[in-house]
């Protein structure tokens, strides 16, 4: 049985007293749990879409906001926009999002894809993977989740994965990244950039590494999941790890501490993963065995977490666990 330890956390985040919950199963001792009525967003939730996954979600509105990566019937990768009053039950908007660009020259990409959210001083900022010249990351905001606005790319390609910190941290923004190439990218470390405006971004930092040791599930790649959150012991970082199997990639879902003022330094960093595709969900569809957290919802009060993934590149699918289980998790199961 995996260690746990028990020293109090504080979960430094908002109230969230309606988050979509369900409690962990009898007689299980998993860190995270899925729910029983999996996938949460079915692969045609709308007309156009032949699957839905990877997606983002957030508090709005005293319900739930999304956007969400349809894959259309021309396997064209696109976002929507999605609303719900529980977080459960999801109504996706059949058009794509349109973003306002000032600078049509950045506003011209060929796809959408794998969005973040986070709000940052009451607004809602998006971040996602898009085809100026080859995958890069995106950046954008709204404050209805009906008009769009694009910025400038954070980043050159090739890069993904894009997340940023949902505040300042020492007068600037911060922003996980993966550079990458322009394919199915077999390799991938986590980067840190920081910027005074979100227009210019420097400062890079080398944060993460794949741990090539014995072939393990994080062997191969990895990259930022959702917003990180801020707790008393460090930022939570939820991501994804992926190991190259004679049947191809695996994609699972781990957990690491960064430190609050330097978020590029890792303070502890779990050797075993939070969740690894077992189902029939995750393991069977478009991609098989793919599990890959894009959105958290965190109730500041109780610190219960419920985590939004993709599964199988399929349908959208939640996991939910306690803030306070995932630290003690990750420090008390550190790689040394």
Request: glycine residues 10%; contains cysteine; proline residues 7%.
């Amino acid at each position: 049985m995996l260690k746990i330890a028990s020293a109090m956390t504080e979960v430094r985040a908002e109230p969230l007293p309606n988050i979509p919950w369900q409690e962990r199963p009898q007689g299980s001792q998993d860190v995270l749990w899925r729910y029983d009525r999996n996938p949460v967003v079915p692969a045609r939730a709308i007309a156009a879409s032949t699957y839905v996954h990877n997606s983002a979600v957030i508090p709005f509105d005293g319900g739930f906001a999304g956007v969400f990566r349809v894959d259309n019937r021309s396997r064209r990768m696109q976002l929507h926009a999605g609303r719900s009053r529980d977080g459960l039950d999801w109504k996706l908007e059949e058009q794509p999002i349109q973003f306002v660009c000032d600078d049509p020259e950045i506003g011209k990409f060929s796809y959408g894809y794998d969005p973040r959210l986070v709000r940052i001083d009451g607004r809602v900022y998006v971040m996602w993977c898009n085809g100026y010249h080859g995958p890069t990351i995106g950046l954008g905001y709204t404050d209805d989740f009906e008009t769009f606005h694009q910025l400038e790319n954070a980043l050159l390609p090739f890069n993904r994965n894009g997340v940023l910190f949902p505040r300042r941290i020492l007068g600037d923004y911060c922003l996980l990244s993966r550079p990458s190439d322009n394919g199915h990218t077999p390799f991938g470390e986590i980067y840190l950039s920081r910027s005074p405006d979100l227009v210019h971004w420097g400062r890079h930092r080398h944060v993460m590494s794949p741990i090539k040791q014995e072939n393990g599930w994080q062997s191969t790649k990895i990259g930022a999941g959702p917003a990180p959150i801020e707790t008393s012991e460090g930022w939570l970082l939820i991501y994804h790890g992926v190991v190259t199997t004679c049947n191809g990639f695996v994609y699972s879902a781990g957990a690491a501490l960064l430190d609050l003022d330097e978020p590029w330094r890792v303070i502890a960093r779990a050797d075993p993963y939070l969740l690894t595709p077992s189902t029939l969900y995750e393991s069977v569809g478009n991609v098989p065995n793919v599990v890959f957290p894009c959105g958290a919802l965190i109730d500041g009060a109780t610190g219960r977490l419920a985590l939004y993934y993709g599964s199988a590149d399929t349908v959208v699918s939640v996991a939910f666990g306690y803030v306070q289980e995932i630290v003690d998790f990750v420090r008390s199961n550190a790689i040394r």
